[in-house]
């Protein structure tokens, strides 16, 4: 009888093809995975910043409790440069922002204090918004910073850098005269068509009007935008846009864009991509300082929708601009966060309807309907429109 051997094989490892088509699993899991895992940590981040401006909205009632059912003024403080009274070293210039003063009604009363103070020749409170880095005024306090934008919130390219902000206030649809001096029928109490506007003064530097009050927004607290955002850029060189330049989220702004105080759609020409084109004349001042009123710094109106670029006509990166466009701008897809008069947050989304292309020149009173279609009027505070919330 004969028996016969069988021999058995064992296997002890994948085959190239087998592994092969393991890696390729895993990458179309990790593919389908990490967006998903992308846009959790955005909803994150996002729902973190609409709760910061739930506070500032929280912040401004409480301002408006404690002053009579007013807002504070974005350009506030001590002498106004339209006054022709000597605005010298003891005053803050009517500089102050709506930020500076909601600190004491976010918890941080103590640094407020030391803001007003006052230092070797200005008097309590007169110190310059912009003019001071040290350890009291260069603060970010976390309720200002959306954690959707990556910047670290220092000015770059200064030999005394400035802390930034993530959230501006409403100016309205007004794209007159936002350099901060508030000249008379350009953007002042009584041509401010949003719920933020300067301080005026007397003849003898008096406060005469100092924010707006809750019976001027006819419109209603919950159909008008108070606050929203900005993400920032800080560097201030003002160098030309390069080719091939990435300025995402135009987070600069296009300086010497004449025409825009009569037809503000002009702007949009400026749009490469999600950035401005290569050569365009810039500066980078959005949101570079929070304290400082000047609009650039710490406003926005709401004349070309969210994420649109920013622009302004006087052509000069180092001064302050006098017509400008500045919408909100953000790190989130597709929109925005604004804090209407009534402290409600809400969504606003890049596509809201602003009249076709915002082609019209602005209105220079309070009141009257806004040209620039549903974003307008929800920036207005005596617009007297018929529009609901998109």
């Known amino acids: 009888m004969s028996y016969v051997k069988k021999r058995v094989v064992s296997r002890k490892a994948f085959t190239l093809i087998e592994l092969l088509v393991v890696i390729a699993i895993i990458g179309v899991l990790v593919g389908l995975l990490l967006p998903?895992?992308?846009?959790?940590?955005?909803?994150?981040?996002?729902?973190?910043?609409?709760?910061?401006?739930?506070?500032?909205?929280l912040g401004l009632h409480n301002f408006a409790d404690s002053n009579k059912e007013r807002f504070p003024a974005q350009n506030g403080g001590t002498c106004c440069w339209t006054s022709g009274l000597n605005c010298n070293n003891s005053n803050n210039a009517n500089r102050r922002s709506v930020f500076l003063e909601l600190l004491p009604f976010l918890e941080e009363a103590s640094v407020y204090e030391k803001m007003m103070a006052g230092y070797g020749g200005r008097t309590v409170g007169g110190v310059y918004p912009w003019c001071r880095w040290d350890d009291v005024w260069n603060v970010s306090p976390a309720a200002y910073r959306c954690p959707s934008d990556p910047a670290d919130g220092w000015e770059e390219g200064s030999t005394n850098p400035r802390q930034s902000g993530n959230y501006v206030a409403c100016t309205g649809d007004n794209v007159h005269q936002h350099n901060g001096r508030g000249t008379v029928g350009n953007w002042n109490a009584d041509t401010g068509r949003g719920v933020f506007y300067p301080a005026t003064?007397?003849?003898?530097?008096?406060?005469?009007?100092?924010?707006?009050r809750f019976a001027k927004i006819t419109d209603g607290l919950s159909n008008t935008i108070a606050l929203s955002e900005v993400r920032h850029h800080l560097e201030t060189s003002g160098a030309p846009t390069a080719a091939g330049e990435k300025d995402s989220i135009f987070q600069y702004e296009a300086v010497g864009i004449t025409g825009i105080r009569n037809n503000p759609s002009l702007c949009l020409s400026y749009n490469s991509g999600g950035s401005l084109p290569a050569g365009t004349s810039r500066k980078g001042k959005r949101g570079n300082c929070w304290r400082d009123g000047q609009v650039g710094r710490s406003g926005f109106n709401t004349v070309l929708p969210p994420n649109s670029p920013s622009c302004s006509q006087q052509n000069n990166q180092n001064a302050d601009a006098t017509t400008v466009v500045y919408p909100?701008?953000?790190?989130?897809?597709?929109?925005?966060?604004?804090?209407?008069?009534?402290?409600?947050?809400?969504?606003i989304n890049d596509n809201i309807d602003y009249n076709g292309g915002s082609s019209q020149a602005p209105r220079r009173d309070a009141t009257g309907a806004s040209p620039y279609g549903v974003w307008g009027a929800m920036g207005t505070k005596a617009g007297g429109e018929s529009v609901s919330q998109p």
Do not use: W
């Open 201 to 212: 003064y007397d003849s003898s530097n008096k406060i005469s009007s100092t924010g707006c």
């Open 36 to 57: 998903a895992v992308q846009q959790a940590r955005e909803a994150a981040r996002r729902s973190l910043c609409t709760s910061n401006l739930k506070q500032l909205g």
């Open 328 to 347: 909100p701008t953000s790190g989130h897809p597709s929109g925005i966060v604004v804090v209407m008069a009534d402290g409600a947050t809400t969504f």
